[in-house]
């Protein structure tokens, strides 16, 4: 029987898990959370589950499903609160490093396993501007105000502003008003004309996803009923405050997303949250040696297999195109994780969902992408890289000070992306801000998304791991020597 990894337990690793157990697998499901779901189903635990969680949740029905036939499957080990905190390549195969446990937890239970087959399904997390006062508290990434609104009903503020680019903003603005706070407007940075290049040609290529006009329906209605004005072509630009957050400044922008002068003025909040598209997770793709487009996505086939042999990719490290391309994407990559073939009658339903909302994904990109002129809004003391409080004047003047291309030494010269959160937060503006600065670009070929350890990892499971290992050697050749 084909033992098949999957990593992560949102959608898309749900859905391969799935489909790998209808094709005869046995399956080992890994999260990093104490529950399945990931940020699309964040939900409150079931010791204290919310009588209609249903109503924060679409296709809340759906996860339930998903997740009774795992648990209750004799051929699925799920294992939360798994940190997958490295993967090694050696001459035999890819062995998967995990502790579980707590992410700051000591002596964590360690595991080392060696599937036939790997699905990556680590989804990915909010990439966020900087701007003048984003450093102070009451600012928030969407995903983490909604997580907070999600899975433990709390708002982040009474007066929020929500920011940003993309549909995401929506079910956030939802989920904010659904806890109580009072969201002042919802902010999108792309202007008409390129939402409509995004979103208005080839409409007939849209019919399939008709679920996605059921979800509009639903954000628009809530807009409507909580009075959340929605404002095109617009950006928080600047916040402020003394210990947290006061008032934002919200301005124009062009289509280059430059703000345009004297359009600006302030807002009075006490929170605000913001989101520009995602970064996708792609570190332990990287790790087990996979293809990386140009693009910064792992590179698959038709049946989600990467380069690399036995090794399979799913979601939104493959594309940023919402619940259903995961689900279908999921489920295509369990079936050939376990064997099955992408012309099977089992995923031939996904292949055409796939097709859809691959075309989804595009969109959303051509629509409210990042635009180069947002870097109008900075000032030189605006921290870039907020663990090591880089100012982006400082970040400015070292890249050209040392007309250096290496992104590993200009990392090294401005301290930018060598926080306790790694560059996840801020690695993907420090590489754009320093290629700038750099008339050819950066070239040594690195990025802040590649990390050989890749969740933090105390010194002393470290050592206890290499013990175990200098031990099992160490009985090797004394058995082997007798």
């Given amino acids: 029987m084909t033992g098949v990894l999957v990593i992560g337990a949102g959608p898309a690793g749900l859905a391969a898990a799935r489909a790998a157990l209808r094709a005869g ?37 759906r996860f339930r499903a998903l997740q009774d036939e795992l648990l209750e499957h004799p051929g699925c080990e799920v294992v939360p609160s798994a940190q997958v905190w490295a993967i090694e390549r050696l001459d035999e195969g890819l062995v998967v490093h995990v502790h579980v446990g707590p992410p700051d937890g000591n002596r964590r239970p360690s595991r080392e ?6 699905v990556i399904a680590t989804g990915a997390y909010d990439r966020t501007l900087p701007f003048p006062g984003w450093d102070l508290p009451g600012v928030f990434s969407a995903g983490a105000a909604q997580a907070l609104a999600k899975g433990e009903r709390v708002a982040v503020g009474g007066r929020v502003v929500v920011a940003g680019a993309g549909p995401f903003l929506l079910p956030v603005a939802a989920s904010l008003a659904q806890t109580g ?18 979103w208005l040609p080839r409409p007939w290529r849209l019919l399939g996803a008709t679920s996605k006009f059921g979800e509009l329906a639903s954000y628009a209605l809530s807009h409507v009923r909580h009075r959340i004005p929605y404002r095109v072509g617009h950006a928080v630009i600047a916040a402020h405050g003394t210990d947290r957050v006061e008032q934002v400044t919200v301005a124009r922008l062009d289509a280059r997303w430059a ?6 003025r302030r807002i009075d909040a006490d929170a605000v949250c913001v989101s520009h598209g995602f970064t996708p997770r792609i570190e332990l793709a990287i790790a087990a040696g996979c293809d ?26 493959t594309g940023i195109g919402g619940v259903d391309a995961a689900l279908a994407e999921g489920a295509i990559a369990g079936h050939g994780a376990a064997g099955g073939g992408a012309d099977d009658p089992a995923v031939r ?9 691959t075309d989804f994904a595009a969109r959303i990109e051509a629509a409210h992408g990042i635009r180069p002129g947002w870097t109008g809004w900075l000032r030189p003391d605006t921290l870039v ?26 990392k090294l010269s401005t301290r930018a992306g060598l926080g306790i959160c790694q560059g996840r937060v801020c690695g993907r503006t420090v590489e754009d801000l320093l290629g700038r600065e750099s008339p050819g670009g950066l ?19 470290l050592a206890a791991a290499h013990g175990r290992h200098t031990s099992a050697a160490t009985d090797a050749a004394r058995h082997q020597h007798q």
């Fill in 181 to 198: 706070a009072r969201v002042l407007g919802v902010y999108e940075a792309s202007r008409p004309r390129a939402l409509a290049r995004g």
């Fill in 259 to 264: 703000p345009i002068p004297g359009t600006e």
């Fill in 349 to 357: 339903r996904d292949l055409a969902r796939r097709a859809t909302f």
């Fill in 25 to 61: 697998a046995s399956v080992t499901l890994l999260d990093s959370s104490d529950q399945l779901g990931g940020q699309y189903w964040r939900h409150l635990p079931d010791s204290r589950a919310g009588v209609r969680e249903d109503r924060l949740h679409h296709g809340w029905d």
């Fill in 443 to 461: 070239l040594d070929g690195t990025s802040t998304d590649r990390r050989p350890i890749a969740s933090p990892v105390r010194i002393g499971e």
């Fill in 385 to 410: 890289c907020r663990c090591e409080e880089v100012p982006y004047g400082r970040l400015r003047e070292t890249g050209r000070a040392t007309c250096s291309t290496s992104l590993r030494s200009l």
């Fill in 292 to 317: 990386i487009r140009p693009d910064r996505f792992v590179r698959v086939d038709d049946r989600q297999h990467t380069s690399v042999p036995g090794v399979f990719a799913a979601g939104e490290i």
């Fill in 113 to 118: 396993l060696t599937p036939d087959a790997i």
